[in-house]
Each structure stands twice: as C-alpha cells, then as structure tokens.
C-alpha cells in the first residue's frame, strides 16, 4: 500500500474513506472494497521479498473483514455500536421487550400452523415489513441521533428477525 493509505489500526469506516454512520450505498462499499484490493492485492508482490508479500495479506486480509463488516447492514450497525462503546453482546445479553417477544410467538405459532403457501408468504410479508420499520429506527438512531444504545436494542430484534426469516424462507423451500 502506498504511504497516503490508511492504517491497518484504523476503523473500518477509516480504511474505508466512508462516514461513521448507517446509510451507507452498499455500491460505493463494493467499489472502495475493489479500488483497496488493487492496491494490496498480494499477487501485486509476488514477485517482491517475503515481508512485502506479508504485508499485502494482511492488507488483504484486514480490507476484506472490513468489507465483510460494512457490506452487511447488521453487522455494520453492530460494529459502529462496538466504537461507541456499546457492543451488542448478542451471546450473553437476550433479554428482549415483552411485547416483541410476544410477536416472535406469534409468529412462531403461525408458521407452524401455516398449511398453504399464500399463508407463508402472507407471513413473510409481515416479518418483511417489520424488518424494513427496524432498518428504518436503526438509522435513526445511529445517523439522526447518535444513540448506541437504541441502536443495540434495534439490532438485537433485527438478528432475532432475520433468524425467524430464515426458518420462514426454508419452510417456504419445502412447500
């Protein structure tokens, strides 16, 4: 990498050249990604000494992580969390509101009383829906006011839908 690029310590928005926020065009993450690989691409130091060649994968490395983080809503929301000094904590931390709990039931029981496709996607429709209304708070409270801790909140019930979509998407595979 050239001497103007940037540090293999910075964040990801930092290696990225993108603002520390939510709405991020997921075009402009992949084109940045391609311009950062042409640069470090290790098969550019092939032919270089063994610390070069070192050195471009870690590059290579540490732009793909970080495009991995960035590309990915959930986990770039998680991420600008974790540098607010709010990580989400998925694994240790699964209390939820009581009345979105109550939703997940819901839906839980109508899948698995659902017998037609049209209830499926009826069903899909509405976690959909839900997921888009989330997206959008998410945005809110990262871009519009800065709150890390709405914003966990926010991706907590976002991973619990996308894990429901999934089991959705699968059952409506086999009908």
Known sequence: MSEAA???????????????????DRAQI?????????????????HQAA???????QWSVRI???????????????YWCELQGVPVD???????PADFLMQQ????????EAQAPAQLHRLLQEVEDERARRLALLAEAIDQRGDARAAVSQVRALMFIERFADALQARLESA
């Not at 940037?6 to 991020?24: E, I, K, M, N, V």
């Not at 039931?105 to 698995?112: G, H």
């Open 6 to 24: 940037p540090s293999l310590h910075d964040d990801d928005f930092a290696l990225f050249g993108l603002p520390r926020c939510f709405a991020l």
């Open 30 to 46: 992949d084109e940045r990604w391609k311009q950062l690989q042409r640069l470090a691409h290790p098969d550019r130091f092939a």
């Open 51 to 57: 610390a070069a060649q070192r050195i471009a994968m």
């Open 64 to 78: 793909n992580e970080a495009y991995q983080r960035l590309r990915d809503p959930l986990r770039r929301a998680a």
């Open 90 to 96: 998925a694994e240790s931390n699964t209390a939820m």
């Open 105 to 112: 039931m819901q839906w839980r029981e109508a899948l698995d």
